[in-house]
Every structure is written in C-alpha cells, then in structure tokens.
C-alpha cells in the first residue's frame, strides 16, 4: 500500500496557474504509474491526466489537453500537476492516485485500475 498527500491547491483567478504535488510514501514509488482526477460539487470523479511508473508516457483528458501536464520526479516520490489557462470549468477536488498494476506499459484513465488515494485539495478558479 501507498499513502499519497496532495499539495498545491487554492484559489486562482481564470487564465492563472497552479502546480499540484502528491507526495508518495510506503511503497516503490517509481514502479507504478500515478494519476490524477477530480471531483466537482454533484458531479462524479473524473480522470485528469496519467503517466506510467517510467514517466515515457502520459494520457489526457479532453478537457484539460494542452493545459495541464503531469509529470513525476523519482528520486523525490513526487508526481506534479501543472495547471496552466485555468478555468472555472476546473474547479474541483483534485486527487492523485497510484496505479495497482506494477510497471504497467500505458497509463490508464480508469479509475477502476487505481488502488490508492490522497484527501484531496481545493481548486477554485474564480472568473
């Protein structure tokens, strides 16, 4: 099992930006792929972004291409979220998440395949 603590959220005005961290612990960090997902007021949990446990890879959500990019740094059992043109479409609860699966070779958006989960935190952009 892993624990995950998210970081980095807060209010932001549209077009601003934000960075996200999850920091990992209790298990090989660098073995499993991460996500990160959302959950707005009423609505269901959505995928945001993935990457796989090497970083080669990463996986979108339509909503967010081009806008958010998810990356990982290792050594420091971290995976980030940078949130770039935010809108207020992008208010939510963002979650990371850790991957079930050892080593998988493509990162998933389904939220089935995830084991582990942070809290959460706030984002809130303003218009």
């Known amino acids: 099992q892993v624990q995950l603590a998210e970081s980095g959220g807060g209010l932001v005005q549209a077009g601003g930006s934000l960075q996200l961290s999850c920091a990992a612990s209790?298990?090989?960090?660098?073995?499993?792929?991460m996500g990160w997902f959302r959950q707005a007021p009423g609505k269901e949990r959505e995928f945001v972004a993935a990457?796989?446990?090497?970083?080669?890879?990463?996986l979108y959500a339509d909503s967010v291409q081009d806008r958010f990019f998810i990356f990982r740094d290792n050594a420091k059992n971290t995976v980030y979220l940078q949130m770039n043109s935010l809108k207020p479409e992008d208010t939510a609860v963002y979650y990371c998440?850790?991957?079930?699966?050892?080593?998988?070779?493509?990162?998933?958006?389904?939220?089935?395949?995830?084991?582990?989960w942070g809290q959460g935190t706030q984002v809130t952009v303003s218009s």
């Open positions: 209790g298990r090989t960090f660098s073995m499993y792929g």
């Open positions: 990457i796989t446990w090497s970083g080669a890879s990463t």
């Open positions: 998440a850790a991957d079930s699966i050892r080593t998988r070779r493509k990162p998933s958006d389904d939220l089935g395949e995830f084991g582990s």
